[in-house]
């Protein structure tokens, strides 16, 4: 697990290389969604999102493990999960406001 925060600009970058990502990526992500959700993760987040923050032995290893493909794999795939719940959320938000003639309220917080 890298201990390492990443800076403001990797950030933005692992951001951007996630809205920018091909078909395969999108179906490889999407993949790895689903299991985060049927292991009780959250919807739209990634296993690798949930692991970063974890600390439990599985967690570490796991970390570790990715880590050694791509440094910072965890916080990297948290800047990926935001970048693509902030573009899901614009996106449904102009719907909405389309729809319905008035923009929706945001949820302040998770039921």
């Not at 439990?56 to 935001?82: E, K």
Request: aromatic fraction near 6%; charge should be negative; glycine fraction near 4%.
């Amino acid at each position: 697990m890298s201990n390492t925060p990443l800076t403001p600009q990797q950030i933005q970058e692992a951001q951007q290389r996630a809205l920018h990502e091909d078909y395969f990526q999108r179906v490889i992500g999407a993949f790895d969604v689903f299991w985060d959700v049927v292991t009780d993760g959250l919807p739209d987040e990634t296993i690798s999102s949930r692991v970063e923050r974890h600390h439990s032995l599985l967690a570490r290893v796991l970390n570790h493990i990715c880590d050694a493909f791509q440094t910072s794999h965890g916080q990297m795939a948290q800047a990926g999960d935001l970048a693509r719940a902030k573009q899901t959320m614009e996106t449904e938000v102009q719907a909405l406001t389309q729809e319905t003639g008035q923009a929706p309220p945001i949820p302040k917080e998770t039921p």
